[in-house]
């Protein structure tokens, strides 16, 4: 019998976390913030010297009081790519188990990051594995990463393998055949497993029709607006998800076409590309000058708008979705930054759809119109499968249970739907605190 127990991320959109026990051993997959409640308790996305007691209590991180029983059976922890919704609980929460964190180069490179900034210790030994790596935990258990395409780069579907099958985890992915930034995924690997008990798999666009686009198509959206628009005397601001390395790289080709200067400004676009660099990913420092500091922030913004060459600068800012206390927020409502007429600003991201982001976006909107700027949205798509996608899955590898995750209920009931017209039937909609036990 295999267990799986629901600690975080299932029938609500945040704070993943999935516990799999198999006789008298067990691993933990992904251990992630929920990022609703982490910012509207911080302001910010970034991790910041709080408690895990008081998150906990904020619903902010997974609450892991009714797994504490197994504490010193958990013989791995296993973050599936370096979204904070995945990875950010870790140093919160790590501490409770004695198991090495195994995680792909990139991940690895990011918890390296976070840890050595903040006042962290962290006991847990981190291992890093290639995206296609096969890792034995024990007799009856073996880990397989199998290399997945998705808004982040280095990201794996995680099948954990035991003498009675495989439980598949399949949180977060799209299938991406012509990625801008590593390879496809492993359909191969996919097609070759055996026995998978249990998907749980990634539900949140289980009700958008058709497939999910490539990012190869987002190069071309964003091309189009930034080598299109004719902004010869002007300056242009491009804001995105600082962890979507492959969507930087795509910022900065359009960039160096225009042969304008490419500064990045933000601690966490500074701290992903520094990820990115130490784990030999890209190398963006060569390209683009990298201010992460806000003090120095506002220094770098304030001597630039002296320059006469104001119109052959790039800015490319944290503040996506109008965070308080990001670069694009302080530039708009604090005097960071003197605006001119026509200065172009790009948003390569959607608003992650909650009330705070919404309002926060509004106004931040309302603020940059007073300027007189033009507003580029919602040039983006996403990393998450579609219905479409999420079909090729389940076919592919015809698993004996589903539970759809990382999807609040109607997400999940749109899964099971389309599962249930696929012909498969053992769908299992579980909520944070449940168990299922799999025969
Ligand atoms: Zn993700």
């Not at 296993?78 to 964190?101: E, Q």
């Not at 694009?328 to 960071?336: D, E, I, P, Q, R």
């Amino acid at each position: 019998m295999i267990e799986v127990f629901a600690v975080g991320g299932f029938l609500e959109i945040g704070r993943n976390m999935t516990l799999i026990k198999y006789k008298d051993e067990a691993v933990i997959i992904d251990m992630g913030l929920h990022m609703d409640r982490y910012i509207e308790y911080t302001e910010d996305e970034d991790i910041e010297d709080l408690t895990a007691d008081e998150l906990m209590q904020a619903g902010a991180i997974p609450n892991i009081k009714d797994i504490m029983k197994y504490k010193d059976i958990v013989k791995a922890i296993i973050p599936t790519h370096v979204h904070l919704d995945h990875v950010g609980a870790i140093p919160f929460l790590a501490n409770n188990f004695k198991a090495p964190i195994l995680c792909t180069g990139f991940a690895g490179a990011f918890l390296n990051e976070i840890l050595s900034e903040h006042d962290f210790k962290l006991n847990n030994k981190i291992i890093t594995l290639n995206n296609n790596a096969t890792y034995k935990i024990s007799k009856n258990i073996t880990v397989e990463f199998i290399n997945m395409t998705h808004s982040t780069p280095d990201t794996v579907m995680v099948a954990v393998k035991t003498p009675e099958g495989s439980v598949l985890y399949c949180n977060d992915f799209k299938f991406d055949k012509s990625p801008t930034l590593g390879e496809k995924p492993n359909f191969e690997k996919l097609k070759k497993l055996k026995k998978v008990k249990l998907l749980i798999v990634d539900s949140l666009y289980a009700d958008r029709e058709g497939k999910t686009p490539s990012e190869s198509v987002a190069r071309e959206l964003l091309k189009d607006v930034v080598l299109g628009v004719n902004a010869d005397k002007n300056t242009i601001i491009i804001t995105t998800f600082s962890s979507h390395i492959a969507r930087l790289k795509s910022i900065i080709e359009s960039g160096k076409k225009l042969n304008r200067k490419i500064i990045f400004l933000g601690r966490s676009l500074s701290k992903y590309t520094q990820a990115a660099e130490s784990c030999g990913l890209v190398r963006f420092s060569d390209q683009v000058e990298i201010v992460k500091w806000g003090s120095k922030v506002k220094k770098k913004l304030s001597q630039l708008q002296k320059e006469k060459s104001r119109n052959k600068l790039m800015l490319v800012v944290t503040g996506h979705q109008a965070e308080p206390k990001a670069v694009l927020s302080k530039m708009a409502y604090n005097g960071f930054f003197d605006f001119k007429k026509g200065d172009v600003v790009v948003f390569s991201c959607k608003v992650i759809p909650n009330e705070i982001n919404e309002r926060n976006r509004k106004r931040l909107e309302r603020q940059l119109e007073k300027y007189n700027l033009r507003i580029f949205k919602d040039v983006h798509v996403s990393g998450h499968a579609s219905k479409e996608d999420l079909r090729d899955l389940i076919t592919l590898v015809k698993p004996e249970h589903i539970v759809p995750a990382h999807a609040d209920v109607p997400k999940s009931e749109a899964m099971k739907k389309l599962c249930i017209e696929t012909g498969f039937k053992n769908i299992h909609l579980i909520k944070e605190g449940q168990k299922l036990e799999i025969k």
